[in-house]
């Protein structure tokens, strides 16, 4: 069968607008193929707001969800694969639904396993950075 996410995204997007309350999408910021700006993402993951009044070009088709939003004051084209979205609710009072129990989904409840390096490779270490303090 066909993964069902697509079809409750959409059900549960118009269910959250006509009970006028305002959809936040959950997404998993490190899969492949999600595009949104990296200044926003805490711990792996961001939260959206698709609402009617924060974003054009809402696309919620099989593959993902696709949208043109403003960040600071900049217009931003984003894209998010389908199973990438972790969950969407109502920012008003928290119902929705959590995503992760079709195959190939990720769990939200399980950290990422860490990648261990080969033999030959050597662990690849964060550079250090500087931050500006006042």
Do not use: H
């Not at 931003?76 to 929705?96: H, S």
């Not at 390096?117 to 690849?124: G, I, L, M, Q, S």
């Amino acid at each position: 069968m066909t993964p069902s996410r697509p079809y409750l995204m959409r059900a549960l997007n118009e269910w959250i607008l006509e009970n006028d309350c305002t959809p936040y999408v959950l997404v998993d910021a490190g899969m492949p193929g999600v595009q949104v700006p990296e200044d926003y993402i805490d711990n792996g993951q961001i939260v959206l707001n698709i609402s009617m009044s924060a974003v054009k070009s809402l696309l919620i088709d099989d593959d993902g969800l696709s949208f043109n939003a403003r960040f600071g004051g900049v217009p931003i084209d984003l894209y998010v694969p389908m199973v990438a979205i972790l969950a969407i609710y109502a920012k008003e009072n928290g119902q929705g639904m959590v995503f992760g129990s079709e195959a190939g989904a990720p769990d939200p409840n399980k950290p990422p396993e860490p990648t261990k390096p080969k033999r030959d490779e050597k662990p690849v270490k964060p550079r250090p950075s500087l931050k500006v303090v006042k």
